[in-house]
């Protein structure tokens, strides 16, 4: 929990040197509580009070990298409950199960399935984040043999090694060292000797409870040994992994409880794939950071990633695309031109009806700092001098022969403006809904 | 160390709402905590989930979806019965989506007789919605209600433009009603306000604050609708305290996902699972941010959102 500009103050020397570039120590202590100031800009602060106000800074759930290079991927460090109130921060990590049990080839079938899961969608990149690398055999040596196919397969792919078993453990995270791995599986039962081998290791450690008592109990103990936990209620129902996701969240930042104050682990294995993918939902939308499948079907990863997607945008800045003229189909120089706006949502449902009509076009995508017509249109970012400076800009005169621009509908009272702008071009008015597209451009064809 | 839970409760709780008649009535609503949150509070009714079923044909369906209702699509009563008798629908949405004047213009008298039949021939809860065409569903859906008058049935949607002669037959009819605006929780609360302003009770009121499908805008609806029933249960407000719909469906089966082949983008995987995907995961997330009754189309799609619903019952 943050400490307040009087609680700050409480823990300074209370000279009023003023080093710190601040008249006295109140002053200072409240730039802290707002952070504006650093603690090490006070040369004469204690130890003790160093170490009190860096717990108390934190964030409420703990920031956590899993790999390392290109496909390293940041867990944790969430501040809200509800998406409306701050944009989510770091995506739940989708990682996918192999079983030790695997011949060789299935294993790297699976990996391989892994590394060509990227999707390239509304302009991110998204992809299967790690292997769950799991001792299903209870034999050290398999799950080792597994480990080192992976690091050689896949050297870049972030891995979690479950087992109960520090000395498996030890063997199998040895290809992982220093790459931030994950070691999946410390109970009450082995907590000290699986801390050990995570730390040798450098690896986060994930919890597996039975309950959140427990949870809390373990992480307490853990922590002094490797501070990068994860944890596991030991929640599989739908039903209760709803509820220890939403108690540990809130007991992090509402309460500021840090003994749950790491990010969450959820198991979504079920037999039935279909049944798998929306339990997976729930972990999506409430609160997992690492969700493990037992699945990795190319449907599945592609609805599951789009959730992620949807679910992790900024509430209040809208997925854009950058302003330029998109070729649908390789279009000729007679062929229609259509203008659009930056939001993502508007550009992909425009350019998706577009290609549906299998008419080859080009689509001007006007930065209207991604709002979508209406609101464009009414925020004033989308008006007919914009359109006519971008079109002038871009150079499209050159390469096109019929000077004529398809607007949308919506927007049919910018016409004249537009033509009055846009000297020797004919502008006309389109569908109102993009659905309408197919029909109307196939009528002019 | 022990750890004390830190359940939340809430001083406000959404309206419980009876649709249909006899054995097969469903209640939605009555939570005084988020959706599935039965651990801290109360949460009486589980999410209903309502098979679509047109009174024409669906030919602007998906392929994938028209042919699950191949034998029975032509004829409305048909299809209905076969959701009820064969795939155990506990409630059915009749979307009178031929009287819209571009896909036949069907008289509102027509409508009516289909409402009529379809009401007649299943048992469950009816939910009649007009072709979302403001001007033509204030004509169709008073002529909708009147034949459904007595079946407790949802009538919908009323929205800023047209709700004044739809809220008054839901009233003389004696139906409950679902209230239509764009993605906005003020919004939504203005046209309650409206809504109740003439005389129509808050207590039989739905909320559809529009839906939308995964990747085409879908965390709008998921917060607005977050924000509604927080509204609902934190700050008490009874204007926002009817349960909510997701009209799922309509949204999903026009996507591209949903009828992408394989064959032209084998990265997206097969076509017949991602477009059951598409609507379930749809789906399961809005009933996550507080649907209380979804519109579905794909009985694959159904079935997974109800082992889900089970399994966070259980
Ligand atoms: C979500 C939303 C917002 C979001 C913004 C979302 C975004 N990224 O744009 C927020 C909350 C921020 C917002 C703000 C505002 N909004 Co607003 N908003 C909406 C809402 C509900 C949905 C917009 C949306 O996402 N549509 C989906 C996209 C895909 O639609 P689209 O871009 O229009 O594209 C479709 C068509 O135009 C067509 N199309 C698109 N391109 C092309 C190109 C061609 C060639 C063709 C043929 C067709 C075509 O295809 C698409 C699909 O059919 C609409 C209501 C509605 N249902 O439209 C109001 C709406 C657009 N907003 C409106 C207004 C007034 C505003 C505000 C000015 C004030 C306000 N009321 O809040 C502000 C302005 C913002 C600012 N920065 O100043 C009004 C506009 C009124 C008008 N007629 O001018 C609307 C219509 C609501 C209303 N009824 O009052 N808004
Ligand atoms: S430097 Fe430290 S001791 Fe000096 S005034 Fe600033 S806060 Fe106080």
Redesign the interface.
Known sequence: MALTGVEIFKLLPKTNCKKCGQPTCLAFAMKLAQRQASIDQCPDVSEEAKQKLGEASAPPIRPITLGTGARAVKIGEETVLFRHEKKFVNPSAISVKISDNLSQADAEKVVAGIMESEIDRVGQKLRVDAAFLSNDSGDASKLAALASLVASRAPELPVIISTTSPDAAEAALKPFAGKNAVLYGANKDNLEAMAQKAKDAKAALAIAASGLDEAAELTEKAKAIVPDLIIDSGARKAGEMLRDNTYVRRAAIKKGFKPLGYPVINFVGRGDNMLETVVAVLSVTKYASIIVLDHLEKWQSLALFSLRQNIYTDPQVPMQVQQNIYKVGEPGPKAPFLITTNFSLTYFIVSGEVENSKVPCRLAVLDSEGLSVLTAWAAGKFTASKIAQFIKESGIEAEIENKELIIPGYVAILSGAIEDKLEGWKITVGPREANGLPAFLKSRA | ???A??K?TWSGKTFEITIGNGAKAVKIGGENVFS????EGNYPNKPVIAYEVQDIPPDDWPQMAKDVYAGVSADPVTWAKHCVEKLGAKAVALRLAGTHPDKGDISADQAAETVKKVASAVDVPLIILGSNHAEKDSVVLVKAAEAAKGTNALLGKAQEANYKTIVAAALANDLKLIAMSELDINLSKQLNILITQMGFDKERLVTDPMSSA??????YT??VM??IK?AALAQNDAVLQGPMLADVGMYVW????TQALEADL?????LK??G???E??TA??LL??GTNLAIMRHP?AV???E??IA????
Not at chain 2, 36 to 39: E, L, Y
Not at chain 2, 254 to 257: A, D, T
């Open positions: 160390m022990s750890f839970p830190p939340e599935f949150h039965g651990f995964l990747s085409y805008g879908l965390e998921y917060s977050e924000r927080l026009k996507v591209k996902e084998p990265q997206w995987g097969n699972d991602r059951v995907a598409w379930a995961v399961t997330s996550v941010a694959d079935a997974a959102v082992k889900f399994e966070m019952e259980g």
